[in-house]
Nanobody, 114 residues
């Protein structure tokens, strides 16, 4: 089994910054894509950003230029630096890692107030 643990959420005013961290552990044979997803009440979980093992990144249009995803393969970790936060960035952020299948973390709340 793969365990995924996120940290770094919190409350911030619009224009502020937060950095999310995610670490995977357990039966990791080959850690492939890692990504961050956001979910708000009543809506489906949506991709925020993802990164391949080789470092190729993909961002939702709404966060391009403000968020940066990175990873440390030696630590099986992925990070999301969020700058210029907006109230619409509010939600529960989930980390997803891909090994033989998908594994999700428990989520971390991000609240941006105007």
């Amino acid at each position: 089994q793969v365990q995924v643990v996120e940290s770094g959420g919190g409350s911030v005013q619009a224009g502020g910054s937060l950095r999310l961290s995610c670490a995977a552990s357990g039966m990791i044979f080959s850690l492939k894509d890692m990504g961050w997803y956001r979910q708000v009440p009543g809506k489906q979980r949506e991709l925020v950003a993802s990164i391949t093992r080789g470092g190729t990144t993909n961002y939702a249009d709404a966060v391009k230029g403000r968020f940066t995803i990175s990873r440390d393969n030696a630590k099986n970790a992925v990070y999301l630096q969020m700058n210029s936060l907006k109230p619409e960035d509010t939600g529960v952020y989930y980390c997803r890692v891909t090994t033989l299948g998908f594994s999700w973390g428990q989520g971390t709340q991000v609240t941006v107030s105007s």
